[in-house]
């Protein structure tokens, strides 16, 4: 017998909001525990950025040298 009658199947979309629900509600609790905790995650996504941004033009360099 099948265990997920009745059940909507699983989508990308429902996942999706499933996570969204998921990581929310964790930055919510992290948030009330730590009040610096914005101002981390803040920081580390600019260092995210920075370093992607930077991969970014080391690879096209070369690009740019050849079209020029």
């Given at each position: 017998m099948?265990?997920?009658v009745?059940?909507?199947p699983?989508?990308?979309?429902n996942l999706a909001a499933f996570l969204h629900i998921i990581d929310t509600s964790?930055?919510?609790q992290?948030?009330?525990?730590?009040?610096?905790?914005?101002?981390?995650a803040a920081r580390l996504a600019q260092d995210a950025s920075d370093w992607l941004l930077s991969r970014m033009?080391?690879?096209?360099?070369?690009?740019l040298?050849?079209?020029?």
């Open positions: 099948r265990r997920n009745g059940r909507k699983q989508t990308s979309a964790r930055l919510l992290a948030l009330r525990n730590d009040k610096k905790c914005i101002f981390t033009a080391v690879e096209t360099a070369p690009e040298e050849a079209a020029a």
